[in-house]
């Protein structure tokens, strides 16, 4: 089973404009984190933002924001005023079991979002 | 700046003749990961490091090897390479705190001919 679902493959927003991409988990661990990283097309991975399951406030950074819905699990990525530099590939990631001694931190992808941000 | 750099940028080999990535980092993270990706596809996870214990994903092909000789350097070998073994391989750190991002390098992108 498909642990993190991203379900468009593909996304336009026109520059300025805010656009939401998609990001539903499944996990039994009560503790866990989410990321979203941005892959451009010269494929370097950057990350963008994080998500503790125990956060009790949305994440932001500048202007990313995280749309966290714990009960539906989804963690959705809200990127404000486009710019023409955000088209890129966008995956959201999820690690599990954040108490675990065991845990050494694999990171789990989504098939990502490609974004393309219209003049 | 402190970051994570993967030589060579491209690699080019021919099927069958062994291949290896390297990957050093200036972060001093315990955690080394190597990831394949494939065009249009979500990285996935070869093996990775926790300190010197080594931890192998069940369906990584034998044909898939890795060295980490000390915590700055971490190596993947390609012992046979088959041309569907060309892709994006993405080396990345992080701190043990299951909230710390992984850090990725550059990538090698491997053409097998």
């Known amino acids: 089973a498909q642990k993190i679902t991203q379900t468009q493959p593909g996304m336009f927003v026109q520059e300025k404009e805010a656009v939401t991409l998609d990001c539903t988990y499944d996990?039994?661990?009560?503790?866990?984190?989410l990321f979203w990283y941005k892959q451009p097309s010269s494929g370097e991975m950057i990350f963008l933002i994080y998500q503790g399951s125990y956060d009790e406030q949305n994440a932001t950074e500048g202007r990313y924001s995280l749309n966290f819905q714990k009960a539906r699990k989804s963690a959705n990525l809200v990127i404000s005023a486009s710019q023409l530099g955000d088209s890129a590939m966008y995956f959201c990631a999820m690690r599990e079991g954040l108490l675990r001694s065991s845990n050494t931190g694999k990171l789990i992808f989504g098939q990502g979002t490609t974004l393309q941000v219209k003049p | 700046d402190a970051m994570v750099i993967q030589n060579p940028r491209y690699q080019v080999t021919q099927f069958g003749k062994p291949v290896t990535l390297s990957c050093s980092q200036t972060?001093?993270?315990?955690?080394m990961y190597w990831y394949q990706q494939k065009s249009s596809q979500a990285p996935k996870l070869l093996f990775h490091y926790y300190d010197k214990d080594f931890n192998n994903e069940a369906d990584t092909p034998d044909n898939f090897q890795s060295r980490r000789p000390n915590t700055s350097f971490c190596f993947l070998d390609i012992r046979s390479p088959g041309l569907g073994d060309a892709a994006m391989y993405l080396c990345?750190?992080?701190?043990?705190?299951?909230?710390?991002?992984?850090?990725f390098g550059n990538g090698t992108r491997l053409t097998v001919t």
């Open positions: 996990t039994s661990d009560q503790s866990y984190g």
């Open positions: 990345a750190t992080s701190r043990t705190g299951v909230n710390s991002p992984l850090h």
């Open positions: 972060l001093n993270h315990n955690v």
